[in-house]
């Protein structure tokens, strides 16, 4: 578990740093080469370097062990984090949308061609925060992390939506020097989007939804490498932070002592906690083989 925690901690301060270093090159960029939709995509990385923030804060708090007031630990406050961070892509696409429509209707420059260079070196660099973050938020199972990679990928497009519209405003010239801003409009809408891919898993695990499948049918697998178990029955699997509490029925024969099910039982949970180290806790129910499971 401290593995994981250190994992994501280590993968958000290389966040920060990324975007820290970025959102320089984009504004002075942006400023220099008369760029609007590179400086649109220089505030979005700034809003990333908060939220990251952020996610540092909800990963530490979220990984506080349990005590009286909260017996299931402090997992909640991951999705809660992940709440503000949309919040702030949010906020940051209608920022970027208001300042586009105003760039439209105003006339201005055309934007340096240097500006290409620098968003193609961008384009890549975000590319591989995005990979890096997205691996490490799947070896985690942190929810804060993989928002953090969202993060990337959304900076990835816009930058790239900023690409296209510099180079539509520099080959056709006069007249289309708005490309630019249009090209920044479109990256606001593609940023709302990805803040939806982001909310709603961090929804789902609020509301305990039922999306754990796969993960389900591995620890029933496991199970019926316990001796005495016959099969599983219900199996309830609830997400906390980067933590999963399990509740199962598994099946054993009727006509065992209560003290042999007890056995059983307790075997059966050091072996799934040992097999899953995401795995907080297990409550399990013993079940009587032909009995109505219902």
Known sequence: MQDRTQKAVRATYFSIAGNVLLALIKAVTGILGNSYALIADAIESTTDIFSSFLALLGIRYANRPPDHN???????????????????????????????????????????????VVLGLIILLKEIFYRVMSRKGRETRSSIVKADAWHHRSDAITSLSAFVGISIALIFGEGYESADDWAALVAAVIILYNAYRIFRPALGEI?????????????????????????TEKCFVRKTGMNYFVDLHAIVKADI?????????HELKDHLLNQFPEIRDVLIHIEPEGADHE
């Open 70 to 116: 909260h017996p299931y630990g402090h997992g909640r406050a991951e999705p809660l984090i992940t709440f503000l961070i949309v919040l702030f892509l949010v906020g940051a696409a209608f920022g970027i949308a208001y300042q586009s429509i105003d760039h439209i209707r105003t006339p201005h420059e055309v934007p340096e061609s240097y500006t290409l």
């Open 207 to 231: 509301m305990d939804e039922h999306t754990y499948h796969d993960f389900i049918e591995e620890i029933r697998a496991e199970s019926l490498k316990v001796e005495g178990i016959l099969d």
């Open 257 to 265: 002592p209560v003290l042999k099910g007890h056995e059983i039982s």
